[in-house]
């Protein structure tokens, strides 16, 4: 009799234990039938109950069906829309192509470049646009070159001058004018192996280019406006690296940091060689012809040139533009003098038979960065002006230029009053 029990009790616990496994499984079919992505995801449960609640719905009603039918076809027509707008718009991008290859409105296509066309606002308030974008750097134009500025250039910017032998002594009072001032972002361009030799052995950053016979012949043992011409090749790898170059000559004396006197607005950004307001940021100059009689004066608009060895100059496409033209000039013209191609470039418009270069430009305080004609002819003479502390003096009106250099840093830096008085205000 309790065998008998004991059979029946067992037997009504295995027959429980199957229909718990049953029940288990079935609530897992149902479970992930509900929830494919899992019950304790947020998102696929929501989903999950909007497509149980959606077949429950067309389960039960089919007016409900239908209604979600209008809604997709509604979704169809928006779509439909959307895709003619878009059929649209390339229809225009496609006519503003053919446009701009047809090459028939300049302007056009500067607007093209520059994007959408603007209506004009009030009067007194329309600034047309003056800083162009740059370029997208390009490591592979000399990689060597790239990782080299990577270390040397801050936020994008440096100062870069040429040199080779034959201006070593004005080279070393150059780069001790700048470590004196604390300007970490410069650079020497070595023209020959000496020069290389020298500036790793006074700690200054240097780099020596790839042979190349052309540069190299001029490098070795050309004279300053030689030397100079180069520089128009040389800074095109600069630029078309991404970066910003603030091109130096060696007969300069640095007395702040230039990068904190920049304005960065234009492409070139260059000091001048005028000596006062008029020289220096332009004129209108009379001109009289008195056989004309009553129209015997013409005005005429004059400014003195821009300083080819010293300017700042941006990574843009104008910029880029301006240094392939003066360097194509000086390879096909031999005998012209690169700051009077520098500024031809830079300054004349377009006329029938030439297009100017579209590039902005900007004429640097002459008293932040003076040239020797102002501190020699002026600047010394004048009680006032004499404490003024410009950013630069650039010896480049006068041939002795070690000795005005040496001069400069006795005036500005040791504070010898008369160090200036021994030279005349021109050359001897």
């Not at 150059?174 to 020298?198: C, M, Q, T």
């Not at 060895?309 to 194509?328: K, M, N």
């Not at 004349?348 to 020699?376: E, I």
Request: with cysteine.
């Amino acid at each position: 009799m309790a065998v008998g029990r004991r059979d029946k009790a067992s037997s009504f616990r295995g027959s429980r234990i199957v229909v718990a496994i049953v029940i288990g499984v079935l609530l897992g079919c149902v479970i992930a039938f509900l929830f494919p992505y899992g019950l304790f995801n947020p998102a696929a449960s929501v989903q999950n109950r909007r497509i149980g609640k959606t077949n429950f719905q067309i389960g039960s009603s089919s007016c409900e069906s239908s209604e979600r039918s209008k809604m997709l076809k509604s979704e169809i027509v928006s779509l439909s829309e959307k895709n003619s707008e878009l059929k649209k718009q390339v229809r225009d991008l496609t006519e503003r192509l053919q446009l701009a290859e047809q090459g028939k409105d300049q302007a056009q296509k500067q607007f093209l470049v520059l994007g959408e066309q603007h209506k004009a606002g009030p009067f007194g308030t329309v600034k047309a646009l003056r800083t162009n974008p740059t370029v997208v750097p390009d490591d592979s134009v000399n990689p060597r070159l790239a990782k080299i500025l990577e270390k040397v250039a801050v936020r994008k910017e440096l100062i870069i001058a040429l040199a080779n032998s034959n201006v070593k002594e004005m080279l070393e009072v150059w780069f001790s004018s700048i470590k004196r001032v604390g300007i970490p972002n410069y650079l020497v361009i070595a023209l020959d192996d000496h020069i290389e030799e020298f500036c790793k052995s006074n700690d200054v950053p240097v780099y020596k280019r790839d042979p190349d016979a052309g540069i190299d012949a001029v490098g070795r043992s050309g004279g300053n406006h030689a030397v100079s011409g180069l520089k128009f090749r040389i800074l095109r790898e600069f630029l078309q690296l991404g970066y910003s170059v603030l091109l130096s000559d060696v007969d300069i004396i640095y007395l702040q940091n230039p990068f904190n006197h920049l304005y960065r607005d234009s492409d070139v950004e260059s000091m001048t060689d005028g000596h006062n307001n008029m020289t220096a940021y332009g004129y209108n100059d009379v001109f009289d012809e008195p056989a004309m009689g009553w129209a015997r004066y013409a005005h005429t608009m004059r400014i003195w040139v821009y300083n080819s060895g010293f300017f700042f100059i941006r990574p843009t496409i104008p910029s880029i533009e301006l240094l392939d033209r003066v360097a194509d000039r000086l390879a096909k013209q031999p005998n012209s003098w690169d700051q009077a191609v520098f500024n031809e470039e830079l300054f004349f418009p377009s006329h029938p038979g030439y297009d100017g270069l579209h590039a902005a430009k900007r004429t640097m305080d002459f008293y932040m960065f003076m040239n020797s004609k102002v501190l020699f002819k002026t600047v010394r003479k004048d009680a006032k002006l004499k404490k003024l502390k410009p950013v630069i003096v650039h010896v480049n009106y006068h041939p002795d230029k070690l000795r005005r250099m040496k001069a400069v840093v006795e005036f500005f830096v040791n504070g010898k009053q008369d160090a200036l008085d021994p030279y005349p205000d021109g050359s001897e």
